[in-house]
Every structure is written in C-alpha cells, then in structure tokens.
Nanobody
Framework: QVHLVESGGGSVQSGGRLRLSCVAS??????????MAWFRQTPGQERERVAS???????TVSTSVSGRFFIFKDDGKSTMYLRMESLKSEDTGTYYC??????????????????????WGQGTQVTVTS
C-alpha cells in the first residue's frame, strides 16, 4: 500500500549538486510508526543506505557522504528530500526512496538495519561525470 515516487536525478559534473525528491502516499506521512531513508546502488554492488530520518527528524548519514548529503522532509507535501553537494564520481548510481513500518520504540536507524521487508520507490539515476 505504501507508494513512493522518486525524482530529481540527472547528470552533473564532479563538485556539482542535486536535490532528489520522494513523494509518499498510501499511509500517513507524519505517522511516527514509519521511517524513511535513501539508498543507492551501482551495478555489481549491493544496495546501501546513505541516509535515513528518525521520527524526531534527526538524520543518520553514512560516512561516505557525511557533510555532503542532507536528508529532510516536508510534511505538507508528503515529500522526503536528499540534498547532495560536492558530488563525486563514486556517488554515481541509482538512488531509491525507502520506507518501513518500524517496531514500536525502535529507532529508525536500527529499524532499517534489521528490516526484513522494505517498501521501495522505482529509483532515479544520478550520474556524476568527469
């Protein structure tokens, strides 16, 4: 029932920036029972979580993108964003929006680590050139 639609991908030069969007529907976007995150995947590699939001809007960001990627949401638009700055060639990949219904009292970071089933968007391609 959870439906996620990503957009905002494209091709940029190294050092550039992009903002990805994920529009969510099928559930109450502001419900504290749900967690959201951004993942990325390149051919031949496993999908990795790059950033996630907790129920208090605090964020968890992977070491590889820390200081460059920022995750946030707009409750009025039921939209989660990923602002990417100082992009590097290794940031190239397909970026996916994800959502889970978390177990009661479990922080979202931990909930994603142990999640057995994740709702995914269709993905949006990010290519960093040069």
């Amino acid at each position: 029932q959870v439906h996620l639609v990503e957009s905002g991908g494209g091709s940029v030069q190294s050092g550039g920036r992009l903002r990805l969007s994920c529009v969510a529907s099928g559930y109450s976007f502001t419900s504290i029972e749900y967690c959201m995150a951004w993942f990325r995947q390149t051919p031949g590699q496993e999908r990795e979580r790059v950033a996630s939001l907790d129920v208090d809007s605090r964020s968890t960001v992977s070491t590889s993108v820390s200081g460059r990627f920022f995750i946030f949401k707009d409750d009025g638009k039921s939209t989660m964003y990923l602002r990417m700055e100082s992009l590097k060639s290794e940031d190239t990949g397909t970026y996916y929006c994800a959502a889970i219904k978390r177990p009661w009292g479990v922080p979202c970071n931990d909930a994603f680590l142990r999640a057995k089933s994740i709702s995914w968007g269709q993905g949006t391609q990010v290519t960093v050139t040069s």
